[in-house]
Each structure stands twice: as C-alpha cells, then as structure tokens.
C-alpha cells in the first residue's frame, strides 16, 4: 500500500501561530527518530511540533524522483549525491574529506575536523534524514553488546538489557518492516519470542553470496582459545519483501510502498537494484518519510521545515527547557532567516550523534557530568578487495545481502574488538569506485567502445570480491563532538568540530581482520588486490602496518545513557539528567555502538521512550509556566 | 436471453484460453506506451501507464490459475497468443482499432476506450455478429461469428458459465492445487492474486479482474479502494488525480502534469518487414521478438506447475526493458524522423512445454 502524505503539510503550519502554541512535545529533526516519536505521540492524542533543517517540500512521488535524476545525473554517487545541498543546512559530505595534517584541523568543510584521523562520516538533512540514504541493514545488538563492562572489561554497560529492548525491537521492525527469517538470525545469544516471525521474510543471499559461502561456510577460526566456524549468514534489511503470513498471530503484514500525495502503486517489493545508498529507486527500502507521513495524517502534527534550531533555553532555577530558538530560512540560497520560538511541555532533540551535542554546546549546556559531546563513537570500516576466480555475478542484486557475523561475539572481546563482515555486490565500488573506474581505464587506457567495451566491463566487475569489516569502536571521551565560536554556519550557527582517533582496542580488531581476510580469499582462491595508500585521507598505522580506516555513518554516543548522572548524559528513558524536560534521542545515547548498523536500535530506543514521553505527560498535567513578558515572539534579521 | 455459449468444461477452458489472450494482448499497448516516455520526465503518465500494465499482469496470473483449477493447462505460447497490431476490440464499436503507439493523446484515448466499463443495454446485445473481415481480440471462441459487447460482458458469460458447470458437475474444481500461482511468487501492487479452489475463489479472481480493469462499472474505486483502470487513464485527460469521494467527472486532486513532446516518437504499429534488411534495427527488432517469445515459454511454465519461475521474470523483464529501449531510441531510417519499436511479431514458439 503506498503512503498517503498529506498534500502542503510542509506549508501549512504558519510559524508565527506556532509560536504561540504550547505544544505538548517539540521535536528537533524529522528522521527516523522525532518521526517514531511523534507518530506514537500524536497517535495517543498528543500535539506535536516539529522542526526540521531541510527543505519544506512535501514528501511527493516527483520530490522523490527528482533525488533520483540528481543521482543519476551526478558523477559522484557519493551518499549525499541525489540531495540537495543547502548554505542554510549544510550537510557532511564524504567527498569533502581531507587528510588531517598534524595540528592544522580541516575547516574547508561544514563538519570541521580536528582529527588526527579524518572521518568521512556524513548524515542527511532532508526530511527522513539519513534513512533516505542508508543501505537498510537492521541487526539487532547482541545481548553481549549491552554488558561489555562487565563481560570484558571494556567500554561501558547499558542501563538496559537486551531483554529489555528486545520488546521494542519487535516495535522497531514492524515500523522499519524488516524481513528477515528467525532461524537466521538466532546467534550469538540474539532470542526471539517464541512464535516471533518478522514482519517479512527474509531476502535471498545474491549469487555472490553463495560463491563465497561455497568455501567459506564451515572454516574454523580459532581466537582467544575458542573455536568457532564461518558462515555466511543473510542480514536482517529494512527493505520489502513477500509478507510471511505467520506475522502477528497469523494477520499477515502489509508492505508500506512508496510515499506518495496520490494513489500510486510502487515499492512495495525490493526489485534488486544495486543503489540502495544512496536511494532505492522505487522506495522498497524504508526511509524515515514513511513514519513521518503517517504522523502528519494524524492532524496532530505540525512540521516547520527550513527552521534549524539554534539555541535551547534553560530556566537556570529549575533546568527546565523554556523554549527552542530556531532560525527559519526563506531559501536554501539565501542568507535572511527569521527568529522564531517554539515552545512545548516536553522537547526532543532528534537530529543526530553530532548535531545533538552540537546544538547543546552552542547553547551552553555541557551538561553537569561534562560529558556531552564527548565519547562520539562510529563503526571503523575496514576494507579488503580481491579477484574471484570465476565469474561471480558481483553487481547483481542489491548493494550487500550476506556476510559474517560468527565474529561479533565472544571471548576475544576482552582483547580486541569485534566485527561484522559484509560482503558487498557492488564490487569494489566502496573501496575504488568500480565499476564507474573500471569504465574509464578500458575507455581510456585500453581503447574499448560498443559491444567489446559492455563485454570488457562485465567481464571485469563480475569477478570482483569486497569484504567489509566493521569493526566496534568503543567509547572514549577524547574523541568527541565540540564547538567554536570561530566556526559558524551561513545562518550563525556554531558548526561541528569533531576530534577522533581510532583506539588501540579497535585496531587490534583491524589487524586481525585484515589477517582473516587473506584467509578468506585464500580459501577462496581469490587474488587479493587490496592495497592501502599512506596518502588516503583515514589512513591509520598499528604495529608497523597501514591501513585505511573509513566511516559508518553510524554516529553514537556523544550523550551516552546511564544509571549515574555523573557518568551519562541521559538515564535510560534518553531524558536529560540535567533537564527534566529534555530528551535526547537517538545513536548518541549509545554507551556501546557493538557491531549492529544502529538504526534499528535507534529506532527501538525511541519506541521505548516515547512511552516515557507519554507517562510523564500524564504526570505533569500541571499549567507551565510560560516566559512570554516582554519578548516579542520573534524579530526579522538581516542575514550577515 | 440469448443461448449460452458455455456448455461444456472444454467451452469453459477455451473462452479461459481466450481472456488469456485478451488480458495479454493489451500489455504491449502499454509497454511501448511508457518505454516511449523519456526517462525521467512525465511521471505522472509513466506511473498510471505502468500500474495498469502491472494490474493486466495480474489479470493474466488470475485467469491462468482459474484455468488450472479446472483442469486446463495455459499456454501462452500457441500460434495467434499475441495478435497482430492493429487489432479490434470487441467493445460494440467497431470504429477503432488498437495499435502499439507511443505516449499520446491518441493513445490515452485509445486506453480510456479499452477500459471503458460499459455494460449492454440489455442482455439480448451481450452478443453480437463479428464482420468478416475483422481482426478480434475476444470473440466467443465456441460460438463462431458471435462477439460480445464489451470485456465486461465477456467476462460476465464466463462468470455464469462457470456457475451454470459447477453445480451441473462437482468435479469441476479438480485441477492439482501445486499449480496455483499464489502470493509468494506473485506480486503486483494493484490488488492480491487469489489461489483459486472452488466455484467461490474462481467467481472472486474474475470479479477482480473486471472491477479493475473493463469491468461493468463499479464506481471510480473498487471494493479494496483501487482506482479502476479507466478512471486511472481518465486522469491523464483530466490533469487532476482523482481522491476518495469524487464523481467520475471531477476529480478533485493534485494536480499532473503531462508534456507530450518529452516522448520517442515511435512509428505507430511498426512491423519486423519496416526495418532495412540486414540492419542493426532489424536485428535488436527480431531478438526482442525472440526474448519476448522465450519470456512467454518461461511464463508458461510457471503457469504449468513451476509457479516459483515467476521470480526469475522479474529479471526478464529488466532485459526486456533494455531490448525496448535499444529499439525506441533509435531513428528508423526513412520514416520522416520516427523512431523504431518493438514489434510484438511473435510466431507460437512451441514445444514450451516439452
């Protein structure tokens, strides 16, 4: 069934009117985050605001495709590639990433990076927020990854267990619409209900998959004395495939196809194209937009789009937040904004692991622990890349289906970080630009055109092999997320500087990855082709070895949960400790990121919390207070 | 009332045969219709079009698995499946013909009068003489001579047909239940395809065939809140979508936006004998025909007790798109400026099921 956005939502909230509204919760950001939130919200009756930095354009079939054209049209097919860049709201861009050079942090890009390991890290800001480029994966975190304090000895124990979430994980799938096969999925200490079946069933391994499991399915690796076999296992997607009938007590389960303001018939099935990130053609991966519209059909949801939030204010007696201070812009390209308020009982910063601490540091709320910001976490993506012997059907199906994930557990743990392995059927797209390089070097070094040169591609990319190893980074306080004064956006906002260095912990998983790796394509009988350059932007060395380390977009961990207020940022609601009112939602509230894709455990959380939201809106039925004496509602400024 | 036409199991299976024939037949229309938009420009058509070619699809699995219920074996690949272009609809006009165009307002037209719901102004006219010289899409394939008055009408006899059977002959519903093309293997979009078992399942898979498609008119959106394929084209002639509520002559939505100059101007109806011998054309022409014919086999067989080779279409449809593409972005030679098409020119490819 497609998804029914309602025509001008974008439009028709007047932002004066709105701020004279106390909503019941204000949300920052239209990701998947504050649109879990308000859809659960609104759909118990509550009002809701909600701000977004990108463009206010409804959510239509031609918006959408018209992300399409600009990717197809782009030479870059980068992930920010099919969006559209704004002055106003600018976005990291993994092609904006330079190589750090000692003490001489990189300014030249929205995100500033002080280093000393440069990050190609990146999010999305356009309504759905990064979900529109995400690739769709939605593991669920191991039971270990919440206790690894306590198991190993190494980052931080959750103040919740897996036992905990694992009703909200059951949430987070129905909404995302996962498929995936239980038998599949049941390792490592991951448990199910007992008549649990995903929403739909799982995706096939692609062809490439299956050759590499031929010989790789049963290879024992022994690590820190346990003994344990490989296997190349399907990963649990955020994409659309044949509803299994068992779903929810035998009522089945119906996909959400695209986003549409008029009936339109698409999406509802994966038709393996190979561009997942940065967008699914026809809307068969889930993108945030979905759960947004269906919070904006519920009449109870305002959206303020263009408005990007500037500055939390505090009441200092109490802590309480009074009100969000955004800036809205006219135009993406122009510099003149209006300054407007926007108040609620309860606010919710659902922007990102980066812009949350951002937003809070510029408003001059380091939080008492003085941890905000701090312990920003992603996935350290190792890359290795080989030539099969026979021909594979590398660029069939969608981007990556299978992979390894024997090695996200167990012993090892206290040692070295665990990983997971993707094996991905866009070839040696990630690591050298295939197949769109292949093309230039037959085009340009080997003379090729017409029928030779479609032979001379396919005969090239189908042999191709990448191994991904994302490897877990765990918290550490200095590689973090701060701001300057000195740094300012177009509209005056502070910009993000990010301080990140990869810890030991993490690259003994690295070197031990790249060891199992000449391994796997050993038994394979690949040729290995990888080859790190000291030259690379994410070059990191461990022990005499180089390695190019890139990023995850999997951003955690710069307001991390806890038990303690001295410790955490916010309990395990994700409500501030230093704000009664204040939720801070989303990766950032990670005390481990483990080796799960975090969008589905985002997703969960906000599940989760959402009922918090709500039984503390019950709770304080009380009038609040309200600062209105004397400041107008909001004043025109020149931009500078 | 005229006599019934349907008398038999083998009446039945050959005006089975027939809507198989019928519900095909209008899927080349359609494709060459939206591969003849330039890509990424008039999406609104390009969705309609593509929805509607998607829904016959379903037709077609709807009508092979009633077929197999009762004992038939579908094969879309006998001599005469797919017709010659242009062809006469049985609608109870005989002033236009069905041809293979590219997008147009001729083409709208001539889908807008494919679905048009019409139902005869009383029963004696269901049926009707065919004209010698005819070229039909549905006649009644056991009565010869006689046409009916609308798909909606043929659809009709069938429906009484099969009822007039079943309760004549209980083993009616005997055919191997494995051949049913069911839920997993099938997927439109546009309405469930329904696994048919008895005289209650075949009755629904027909009855949403005409809802959706030429039926008898059930009002702009059917029973599972569809649009019904004439009203989905009727919005292109409109420029406004239709929503919940409205009157077939007003629509009352967002409005869509067509340009009719972004379109490869296909030569209307072309044919393999348009192409210069020997030329690159003539041979991306004929291998479609060829992939076509073997897309046709490989349908077949699932409709034959393969039903999960349905999932290996979907990438045959992705290379049928190509070989579409590779015909309609290429000038023919001679045709003041028009561009080539596929031909739909597929002799029975036989033996499919050997």
């Known amino acids: ?221 022994e690590l820190d004395g346990e003994q344990t076999r490989l296997r190349v296992r399907p990963f649990p997607q955020g994409r659309n495939g044949i509803p299994n009938p068992a779903y929810d007590g035998g009522n089945g389960f119906v996909p959400q196809g695209a986003v549409s303001t008029y009936q339109v018939e698409v999406g509802e099935r994966c038709q393996g194209n190979n561009n997942c990130v940065p967008i699914c053609p026809v809307q068969a991966k889930y993108h945030a937009g979905k759960t947004l519209t269906v919070a904006l059909e519920s009449g109870r949801v305002d959206l303020i789009a263009q408005a990007v939030a500037y500055r939390v204010h505090v009441d200092p007696e109490t802590g309480r937040v009074q009100e969000i201070e955004y800036r809205r812009y006219k135009r993406p390209d122009s510099k003149a904004f209006t300054t407007v308020r926007a108040r609620g009982r309860l606010y919710v910063l659902a922007t990102n692991a980066v812009e949350n601490p951002r937003l809070m540091l510029a408003s001059g709320l380091r939080g008492s622990s003085g941890l905000m910001g701090r312990n920003f976490m992603d996935h350290a993506y190792l890359l290795t890349w080989g030539l099969l012997p026979e021909v594979a059907g590398t660029f069939r199906g969608t981007n990556c289906t299978g992979g390894i994930s024997d090695l996200r557990g167990g012993r090892f743990r206290r040692n070295q970080a665990a990983f997971a392995v993707d094996i991905h059927n866009d070839g040696w797209g990630w690591s050298r630009g295939a197949p769109m390089t292949d093309l230039l070097d037959l085009v340009d070094n080997g003379g090729r055109y017409g029928e030779s040169l479609r032979q001379g591609l396919v005969d090239r990319v189908s042999h191709q092999l990448l191994l991904a190893f994302m490897v877990e980074v765990p918290a550490s306080p200095s590689n973090r997320i701060t701001v300057d004064p000195s740094y300012t956006d177009r509209l005056g906002n502070m910009r993000p500087i990010l301080t990140y260095a990869i810890p030991d912990y993490t690259m003994r998983g690295v070197a031990y990855a790249r060891q199992l790796s000449k391994r796997i394509f050993a038994r394979l009988g690949a040729e290995d082709h990888t080859d790190y350059d000291p030259n690379f932007w994410g070059y990191a060395t461990y022990e005499g070895q180089g390695y190019e380390i890139r990023g995850g977009n999997h951003l955690a961990g710069t307001h991390m949960m806890g038990s303690d207020p001295s410790t955490s940022v916010v309990d395990a609601d994700q409500r501030s400790w230093d704000h009664q009112n204040l939720f801070l939602v989303g990766g950032g509230s990670f005390p481990t990121v483990g080796t799960s894709n975090i969008t589905l455990t985002i997703a969960a959380l906000c599940r989760r919390s959402a009922r918090a939201m709500l039984t503390q809106l019950d709770r304080e039925q009380a009038p609040v207070q309200l600062a209105t004496a004397g400041a107008p509602s909001h004043r025109e400024e020149a931009g500078r | 009332m005229t006599d019934p036409t349907i008398n038999s199991r083998d009446d039945l299976i050959r005006y089975l045969d027939a809507a198989l024939a019928l519900e095909h037949a209008t899927i080349p229309v359609y494709l060459t219709a939206y591969y003849s938009i330039h890509s990424t420009t008039n999406s609104d058509a390009a969705h309609i079009i593509r929805v509607t070619a998607v829904e016959e699809m379903l037709h077609l699995t709807l009508v092979a698995n009633v077929m197999n219920a009762v004992g038939g074996s579908p094969d879309l690949t006998r001599p005469g499946f797919v017709p010659s272009y242009p062809a006469y609809l049985p609608d109870g006009e005989d002033d236009f013909t069905v041809d293979l165009r590219p997008f147009s307002p001729e083409a709208v037209e001539t889908f807008c009068k494919i679905e048009r719901p019409r139902k005869a102004p009383d029963p004696q006219a269901r049926l009707m003489a065919v004209r010698p010289e005819e070229s039909l899409l549905v006649g009644s394939p056991t009565a010869s001579g006689i046409r009916f008055y609308s798909i909606g009408e043929f659809y009709e006899e069938i429906m009484e047909g099969l009822q007039r059977l079943a309760a004549e002959d209980p083993k009616l519903f005997s055919g191997d239940e494995s051949r049913q093309v069911g839920p997993e293997q099938f997927y439109s979009g546009g309405g469930m395809i329904i696994e048919v078992h008895d005289l209650a399942s075949a009755c629904r898979a027909l009855q949403l065939i005409s809802e959706q498609g030429e039926g008898l008119d059930t009002g702009v959106y059917d029973a599972e809140g569809e649009l019904a394929h004439y009203y989905r084209f009727r919005q292109l002639q409109f420029g406004r979508y239709y929503q919940k509520g409205d009157k077939a002559d007003a629509p009352s939505g967002p409005e869509l936006d067509i340009d009719w100059d972004e379109v490869w101007k296909v030569k209307v109806s072309p044919k393999l004998a348009d192409y210069p011998p020997g030329s690159e054309l003539a041979a991306a022409a004929a291998a479609f025909n060829t992939d076509y014919g073997a897309f046709l086999t490989l349908l077949t067989r699932a409709f034959n007790g393969e039903p999960d080779r349905l999932q290996d279409a979907v990438w045959w449809m992705f290379r049928l798109r190509d070989s579409v593409n590779r015909l309609i972005r290429n000038p023919l030679p001679g045709s003041d400026g028009l561009h080539a098409g596929p031909t739909f020119e597929v002799t029975g490819t036989g033996g499919a099921l050997s």
Not at chain 1, 42 to 66: C, F, M, N, Q, W
Not at chain 1, 107 to 115: F, I, K, M
């Open chain 1, 1 to 221: 069934m497609f998804v029914k956005f309602p025509q001008g939502a974008t439009e028709r909230t007047d932002k004066d009117a709105a701020a004279e509204v106390l909503y019941d919760v204000v949300i920052v950001g239209a990701g998947i985050a504050g649109s879990i939130i308000a859809a659960q919200l609104s759909e118990a009756g509550k009002r809701v605001l909600i701000l977004e930095a990108g463009p206010a354009e409804d959510l239509t079939l031609r918006g959408y495709e018209s992300y399409l054209d600009r990717f197809y049209s782009s030479t870059s097919k980068d992930n920010q590639a099919p969006y559209p860049a704004s002055l106003a709201a600018p976005m990291p861009r993994g092609t904006d990433t330079r190589r750090i050079a000692p003490g001489a942090p990189d300014t030249s890009a929205y995100l500033v990076q002080s280093g000393p390991l440069a990050s190609d890290t990146t999010y999305t800001r356009v309504l759905g927020g990064t979900t529109m480029h995400w690739e769709g994966k939605t593991p669920r975190m191991l039971p270990d990854d919440f206790r690894m304090r306590t198991l190993y000895g190494e980052g931080v124990d959750w103040p919740l267990s897996y036992e905990d979430l694992a009703p909200y994980y059951a949430e987070a799938e129905r909404v995302i619409g996962v498929s995936a096969d239980v038998e599949d999925q049941s390792f490592l200490g991951i448990t199910f209900d007992e008549r649990y079946v995903y929403p739909m069933k799982g995706l096939p391994l692609s062809y490439l998959d299956r050759m590499v499991a031929k010989d790789v399915d049963g290879m024992p690796v």
